[in-house]
């Protein structure tokens, strides 16, 4: 039996954002799951759909961009195409020039994740890569998904 603060990393109703990724026929391996190195894409799709929706990230012209400093994914079960990815998010750590998200992979109706994870983001100066502060409005989107 997982622990509280397990429990908080695998439960679906401690995640505060969802999105729907389904995979596609090349996520799978030869080992016929999705293999893992896509998980980290999943993190990364659903981390910057909320950004651009939410936030306002312009990743084409934005000053501004976040860069991955860090990455982490713990394994509990496999998906396979032609499943759906429910991916959750929420914001473990809030700081002035960086984030750190916390992910959560869910099948469709399981309350249990089949894998969890982290990512940094540092955010930067597009023109130098020089570390900043983070605007005003990632800010106020990304506190929306504290815990």
Same mark, same amino acid.
């Given at each position: 039996?997982?622990t509280?603060?397990?429990?908080?990393?695998? /439960?679906?109703?401690?995640?505060?954002?969802?999105?729907?990724?389904?995979?596609?026929?090349?996520?799978?391996?030869?080992?016929?799951?999705?293999?893992?190195?896509?998980y980290?894409s999943?993190?990364?799709?659903?981390?910057?759909?909320?950004?651009?929706?939410?936030?306002?990230?312009?990743?084409?012209?934005?000053?501004?961009?976040?860069?991955?400093?860090? /990455?982490?994914?713990?394994?509990?079960?496999?998906?396979?195409?032609?499943?759906?990815?429910?991916?959750?998010?929420?914001?473990?750590?809030?700081?002035?020039?960086?984030?750190?998200?916390?992910?959560?992979?869910?099948?469709?109706? /399981?309350?249990?994740?089949?894998?969890?994870?982290?990512?940094?983001?540092?955010?930067?100066?597009?023109?130098?890569?020089?570390?900043?502060?983070?605007?005003?409005?990632?800010?106020?989107?990304?506190?929306?998904?504290?815990?």
């Open positions: 039996m997982p509280d603060a397990q429990q908080k990393n695998i /439960s679906r109703n401690n995640y505060l954002h969802f999105l729907t990724i389904p995979t596609r026929w090349m996520d799978n391996d030869i080992y016929g799951h999705v293999n893992n190195v896509v980290y999943y993190f990364d799709t659903v981390i910057n759909e909320y950004l651009i929706r939410e936030g306002g990230l312009d990743i084409h012209d934005g000053g501004v961009i976040g860069v991955c400093a860090e /990455s982490a994914c713990q394994y509990k079960a496999a998906f396979a195409f032609p499943e759906d990815v429910e991916a959750g998010l929420r914001v473990g750590h809030l700081g002035n020039r960086a984030v750190r998200y916390e992910i959560g992979l869910f099948q469709a109706d /399981s309350e249990e994740a089949a894998a969890t994870g982290s990512f940094v983001h540092v955010f930067v100066e597009r023109a130098t890569m020089k570390a900043v502060p983070i605007p005003d409005g990632l800010r106020a989107a990304l506190a929306k998904l504290q815990i």
